[in-house]
């Protein structure tokens, strides 16, 4: 049966798309439930569609108030059974509805080695800083925006003349590995959550 995904993204999804080819094949033992999308033109609710997943698009007057918004995706996450939230690419903070709701269970990917370069632009941070290593990480997600245990890490060494767009596409290509082998460690129940904050993988 596997575990139930709920996946939240607001662009292309090409993580989403990741998932879903990893199911098909047979390597990832999941099935997502929900796909909820920010924005109503965000491509990855095309794949969704193709892939006869169901999806929830939510107005902008509803995310103009988060918590309400929160509330509203929590309880369909909940409607359809999911068992963890998977944000893939989602550009919004998640906040206290949806993270009690799925404690230690709502699930993030970040384009850096945390606690390295947080926030929306981290790929292009860390290029116009210079960093020689950067690299992918997923986290459960907390109440502070790239926060939370961290469950895997990939470390990407940049070469001397990447531009940003090649250091995007690595980041990207390990990301689409990377995510479904972590979510893979969820299904296996090999991640745990420790006293202390730490995550810990069996």
């Known amino acids: 049966m596997g575990i139930r995904l709920g996946v939240l993204l607001s662009g292309s999804g090409t993580n989403l798309q990741a998932i879903i ?3 098909e094949e047979g390597t990832l033992d999941a099935s997502i439930e929900l796909v909820v999308s920010s924005r109503p033109d965000a491509y990855g609710l095309k794949r969704a569609e193709r892939h006869g997943l169901q999806t929830l698009t939510l107005s902008k007057d509803l995310y103009a108030d988060p918590m309400v918004a929160d509330e509203v995706i929590a309880s369909e996450l909940k409607r359809h059974g999911v068992d963890y939230v998977v944000m893939a690419g989602y550009m919004r903070m998640v906040h206290a509805p949806i993270l009690a709701s799925f404690p230690n269970r709502v699930v993030n990917l970040h384009p850096a080695l945390l606690p390295s370069f947080k926030g929306a632009h981290a790929i292009q941070d860390a290029y116009d800083y210079g960093v020689k290593v950067t690299g992918v990480t997923v986290h459960f997600a907390d109440d502070q925006y790239d926060c939370g245990p961290i469950i895997a890490q990939q470390a ?13 596409e690595h980041i990207h290509a390990i990301e689409h590995q990377l995510y479904p ?16 904050g730490t995550a810990s993988v069996d």
């Open 156 to 168: 990407l060494v940049v070469e001397e003349d990447w531009t940003v767009d090649e250091l995007e």
């Open 181 to 196: 082998n972590t979510i893979q460690l969820l299904a296996e129940g090999r991640v745990h959550v420790r006293d202390n």
């Open 21 to 23: 080819d990893r199911i």
